[in-house]
T-cell receptor, first 110, second 118 residues
């Protein structure tokens, strides 16, 4: 039931782009994305509801393909502040809880 | 809005002891979640409350774990007879709880309680 994220880790130079994928074996109602910095609480980034929408937040955007039960997070022109571990949280219809992936660790170097 | 507060931040205990953690959600948030996170893993769902009602408890959770949310405000998570495998970060999160999570409801996480069982 836990979604699978890929890749597990990414190392970039500042200004480069990254894509983080999240796949589920179950039909999804929504996908949430959170970022967690070391020693801190996860922080909400965005929610995508079923319908294949795409959302943007500054230079971070995401898409949700309901049929493929997949979501992708896009980080463009990465900044040092983007470093951290990114988690997708998935909701199976009616569950009213999030099941999180194992995380993707993103490191941005100057 | 002071955010979600958790106490204590760190807890070191000996195997076999009981521990209790507290979570104060954002005021007027009706829904409260407990998650457990180990190093290098995502948060793992433990249980959640809608107001004072505990609506779901993970099947992975043994009967040594119990959670309460009296009066629908703060919540406590108790672990009895702790084991070394209980060592983890215990995260609390709250949301408005006015609908299902699928209705655009984000979680606000606390900073967690780091439990170390020796």
């Amino acid at each position: 039931q836990q979604p699978v994220q890929s890749p597990q880790a990414v190392i970039l130079r500042e200004g480069e782009d990254a894509v983080i994928n999240c796949s589920s074996s179950k039909a999804l109602y929504s996908v949430h994305w959170y970022r967690q910095k070391h020693g801190e609480a996860p922080v909400f980034l965005m929610i995508l509801l079923k319908g294949g929408e795409q959302k943007g937040h500054e230079k971070i955007s995401a898409s949700f393909n309901e049929k493929k039960q997949q979501s992708s997070l896009y980080l463009t022109a990465s900044q040092l502040s983007y470093s951290g571990t990114y988690f997708c949280g998935t909701e199976i219809s009616g569950a009213q809880k999030l099941v999180f992936g194992q995380g993707t660790r993103l490191t941005i170097n100057p | 809005d002071t955010g979600v507060s958790q106490d204590p931040r760190h807890k070191i205990t000996k195997r076999g002891q009981n521990v209790t953690f507290r979570c104060d959600p954002i005021s007027e948030h009706n829904r409260l979640y407990w998650y457990r996170q180990t190093l290098g893993q995502g948060p793992e769902f433990l249980t959640y409350f809608q107001n004072e009602a505990q609506l779901e408890k993970s099947r992975l959770l043994s009967d040594r774990f119990s959670a309460e949310r009296p009066k629908g405000s703060f919540s406590t998570l108790e672990i009895q007879r702790t084991e070394q495998g209980d060592s983890a970060m215990y995260l609390c999160a709250s949301s408005t709880g006015t609908g299902g999570i699928g209705t655009n409801e984000k979680l606000f996480f606390g900073s967690g309680t780091q439990l170390s069982v020796l």
